[in-house]
């Protein structure tokens, strides 16, 4: 444990170390504190002004459209630099709540601010996506990229507190307007962050021009990604689940507090108090996790502690219960947020990582407004006891039918991985990629004498030998192969037939790698492409064919 802590602790000084990581962390702290106070800002204000009905019909048209649209928003942070994205999302974020505050100062028309306040979520869903995208690309190893994570949501989970905390201060000291003024400089201040956050682009190679596809194929490829990737399906699969209870938690925490409890309407606040104390706890325990490197797991468990709370309030209703069980739920939210969040990054592909993370922006508000639907019919039906139960069970039961293919997702086997590190062609490789092909990678064994291709044959793979001989017929002769080198990336990279006849000399177990995936790593990275490419000439001048 104390290992671990050390390792841990290491990991988010050097999150804080990193020049391009720390900005990008202040410049979050920035967007969530706009984000939560101009929340409390705008619903007094609609309340204010229609009542009730009012703030509900606000809520609506803040996450109706941003929650349709950020499929096709999310799309910038591929097609341009994630860093200027986000700038842009500020810059607008901040002109549309002055331009609120104005229409508030002048006393202008009420619609207008309805109209105005749609967009501000919009804008939201092109900087998270984008920031999301860009971690992995400033993290320097995958401690430093969960440390970030647990970072952010240690800075949300305070912020859940702060912002409003502020934004209740603001508006009881001096008003809606000057409130919204406020809100102006969070943005502002996030804006100028980024503004000094300049990732390393010399390793990227840079995309090739091609005629630009339709919005709706831009959006479309974020879900063709998910859909194509088993991966991507149960992380996001488990996410969707989870996000339908913290939905459905919505409802059942009110009628828990005033029906169930008899707490009254104080009681509400102190029940969502917990989670978010149960938040911050959590953040602190996610810290001990960073060098674990089974964020699956974690993931796992997080969803335990989103489910067993609520069935534990179903079957012993009392009012300090309830509490611990939010605060347990508080901290399994963090544990979901940092390990889900960290698995999304490493499995999504970076030529769509931003549109991914634009369906998963889509994903949750469909969710959450699916579960907030749900709870009260099973209310209607079954009771709130009843209701708690069910909705206690559902994860858990999920994440015990998908167990052993959730904990597959945790990184391949280190010995692997430190083979991969060690091969030329993937050395310059960040650490994501080289987890990712470590995952990737299938065991073949060959017979003595066999042949694992010859000459002219469609390349399909690449080979890592792990044990035994191999013999590779080149025009000076036969060459032998052994443990730690590798076969078959000619045909591969310059597409073309195999250009070479290899068998074993030896039993031998080899390490493959498919087409898709080595060329999506190798071609995707400059210094690997340019290690591929020296390889290969070598290779080539002393090739058959």
């Excluded at 109706?64 to 799309?75: D, E, Q, R, W, Y």
Aim: aromatic fraction near 6%; charge should be neutral.
């Amino acid at each position: 444990m104390r290992r671990r802590l050390s390792e841990s602790l290491t990991a988010f000084r050097d999150v804080y170390r990193n020049p391009n990581l720390r900005r990008l962390q202040l410049a979050f702290a920035g967007s969530v504190a706009g984000q939560y106070a101009f929340a409390i800002a705008i619903a007094v204000f609609a309340y204010r002004h229609g009542g009730a009905t009012s703030v509900g019909v606000m809520a609506l048209v803040r996450t109706i459209p941003s929650a349709v649209l950020a499929p096709f928003v999310s799309g910038l942070g591929d097609r341009f630099r994630q860093e200027r994205v986000m700038l842009a999302a500020d810059v607008l974020r901040a002109l549309l709540v002055g331009s609120i505050a104005i229409v508030v100062f002048a006393h202008g028309p009420i619609v207008l601010v309805f109209v105005l306040s749609a967009f501000g979520p919009i804008c939201g869903t092109a900087f998270h996506p984008a920031e999301a995208a860009l971690l992995p690309a400033l993290a320097r190893t995958p401690e430093e990229l969960t440390a970030a994570n647990v970072s952010t949501a240690t800075i949300d989970s305070v912020g859940s507190f702060v912002g409003p905390a502020l934004g209740g201060l603001a508006l009881a000291a001096w008003g809606v307007g000057p409130t919204l003024l406020l809100t102006v400089a969070t943005y502002v201040w996030s804006g100028l962050m980024v503004l000094r956050v300049h990732p390393d682009r010399s390793a990227v190679v840079p995309r090739e021009e091609t005629a630009p596809s339709s919005a709706m194929a831009e959006a479309l490829a974020g879900f063709r990604a998910v859909l194509s990737d088993r991966n991507l399906r149960v992380i996001m699969g488990l996410f969707g689940a989870q996000t339908v209870v913290a939905g459905a938690m919505g409802v059942l925490v009110v009628v828990t507090a005033l029906r169930l409890l008899d707490l009254g309407t104080a009681g509400v606040g102190w029940l969502y108090a917990a989670t978010g104390v149960g938040g911050i706890i959590g953040a602190a325990i996610t810290m001990v996790l960073v060098g674990r490197k089974r964020l699956a797991g974690d993931f796992g468990i997080g969803l335990l502690l989103w489910g067993v709370p609520f069935l534990v309030m179903g079957a012993w209703p009392n009012a300090i219960v309830a509490l611990l069980m939010l605060g347990v739920l508080g901290i399994g939210n963090t544990l979901v947020d940092v390990s889900g969040l960290t698995l999304l990054q490493r499995n999504a592909p970076e030529a769509v990582r931003s549109r991914v993370f634009g369906v998963f922006e889509s994903m949750v508000a469909a969710t959450i407004g699916l579960g907030a639907i749900l709870a009260p019919l099973l209310i209607a039906i079954a009771g709130i006891r009843v209701a708690l139960v069910a909705t206690g069970l559902f994860l858990p039961l999920l994440a015990g039918v998908l167990w052993r293919r959730l904990v597959s997702l945790d990184a391949g086997d280190p010995v692997y991985l430190d083979r991969l590190r060690r091969l030329p062609l993937f050395a310059p490789l960040p650490p994501q990629t080289l987890e990712r092909l470590a995952r990737s990678l299938e065991p073949v064994h060959l017979a003595a004498g066999a042949v694992l291709f010859n000459a002219g044959d469609e390349g399909d793979r690449f080979y890592v030998i792990d044990s035994g001989e191999l013999a590779v017929d080149l025009a000076t002769g036969t060459k032998t192969e052994g443990p730690g080198r590798w076969v078959g990336e000619i045909a591969l990279l310059r597409d073309v037939p195999r250009t070479a006849t290899v068998r074993s000399v030896t039993d031998a177990d080899l390490l493959a790698l498919d087409r898709r995936e080595f060329l999506a790593a190798v071609t995707g990275h400059a210094p690997a492409q340019a290690a591929a490419n020296e390889i290969v000439g070598e290779r080539l001048a002393l090739s058959p064919v």
